[in-house]
């Protein structure tokens, strides 16, 4: 019987995307332009956390928006309508954005007179947590009626954001949400994550997400 080979794999499959993203930072940030990945499960409430956003830090930051999703282009009317420069991204069937077709989004947006570039990814909690799209800062979303165990099945992604929103407070009374176990979970998998309970609808909690990301990008500026 012939022998087989035994090959080990030392490199990721992802090192080409991770120096691309590097790569992509650096460029980002020599021209002092702040690269914000948000991610969350579709109907979480980024649109609505992004418009809330926008109204918060649009009278001393310039924004642009990138929005992604396998096909449509109801999420980038929404946001135009805010008055902030706005793009949309298909993805042509893919469930994530990586950093090459993170650059060709910036490319298209036109970063020379953008602060702060937030890049709304494809709603799921698998694929964009594992694909490096170059960002500053990674954010997500975590709804009330989505339940508190979501830490225990989709880890990677509490183990790479920078920041937790947890959205739709307004409505944790009519929900079994553990608010004090999400964030142990969370802590467990990632001891550095920010926690911030938010209400886009009511807008309790935004000015301490905006607060934050004002310290952000200074401080990606100033370093």
């Known amino acids: 019987m012939d022998k087989y080979k035994v090959i080990e794999i030392k490199q990721s499959v992802f090192e080409n995307n991770d120096r691309?993203?590097?790569l992509l930072r650096k460029q980002l940030k020599e021209e002092k332009t702040f690269l914000l990945n948000l991610m969350s499960s579709p109907g979480s409430?980024?649109?609505t956390t992004l418009k809330r956003?926008?109204?918060?830090?649009?009278?001393?930051?310039r924004i642009g928006v990138m929005e992604a999703d396998i096909d449509s282009d109801v999420d980038a009317n929404t946001i135009s309508k805010t008055g902030a420069k706005v793009i949309q991204l298909h993805t042509g069937g893919m469930c994530h954005l990586d950093a090459d077709m993170t650059k060709q989004g910036l490319e298209a947006l036109g970063t020379e007179d953008v602060d702060i570039a937030i890049l709304e990814n494809v709603?799921?909690?698998?694929?964009p947590a594992e694909f490096d799209t170059g960002a500053?800062?990674?954010?997500?979303?975590?709804?009330?009626?989505?339940?508190?165990?979501?830490?225990l099945k989709y880890p990677l992604m509490f183990s790479i954001v920078d920041v937790l929103l947890i959205n739709k407070i307004d409505a944790i009374s009519i929900f079994d949400f553990d608010f004090k176990a999400v964030e142990e979970r969370v802590k467990k998998l990632n001891p550095n994550i920010k926690v911030i309970p938010i209400s886009a609808k009511t807008g309790e909690g935004i000015d301490q997400w905006a607060n934050w990301l004002r310290s952000e990008v200074k401080n990606w500026n100033e370093k």
């Open 136 to 151: 500053s800062k990674n954010a997500m979303i975590l709804s009330v009626p989505e339940g508190d165990d979501k830490p």
């Open 123 to 127: 709603g799921n909690l698998v694929c």
């Open 53 to 61: 956003t926008i109204e918060a830090l649009k009278d001393e930051m």
């Open 20 to 22: 691309q993203a590097d």
């Open 45 to 47: 409430g980024k649109t």
